[in-house]
């Protein structure tokens, strides 16, 4: 298990806008041999999200649908000549095995926030 990160304010973990959204799509990036292009719906605006599921997953389209936790107030960023305007939040990445979402326990709002 990794070590636990260095300590930060409340005040610096309030900074981060960690949402509710439903996926409503998933799409190739082309010329990416990882990135796939998702459109989610955070109820008041929706954001593409760029993920590196090819490798992760056999098949990303079954992540259509599903809700999941998503870090909506980073700045966007260019990757394969796209652009990302948030950050899935998913589980298991950071520590080498295959991620999965951080789903909700049940169905909620999009665009409800956590913490």
Known sequence: MAAVKQTISFEDFEKIDIRVGTI???EDVA???K???LQVDFGDFRRQI???L???RANP???VGKQSLFVVNLAPRTMAGEISE???FDIGYSDGIVPVL???EKAVGNGVRAG
Do not use: N, R, Y
Request: hydrophobic share 45%; net charge neutral.
């Open 24 to 26: 409503l799509s998933v």
């Open 31 to 33: 010329g990416s041999d």
């Open 35 to 37: 990135l796939v292009k």
């Open 50 to 52: 760029l993920v590196g």
């Open 54 to 56: 090819k490798k992760e």
């Open 61 to 63: 389209q079954e992540i």
């Open 86 to 88: 948030g950050m899935i």
């Open 102 to 104: 951080a789903v909700p």
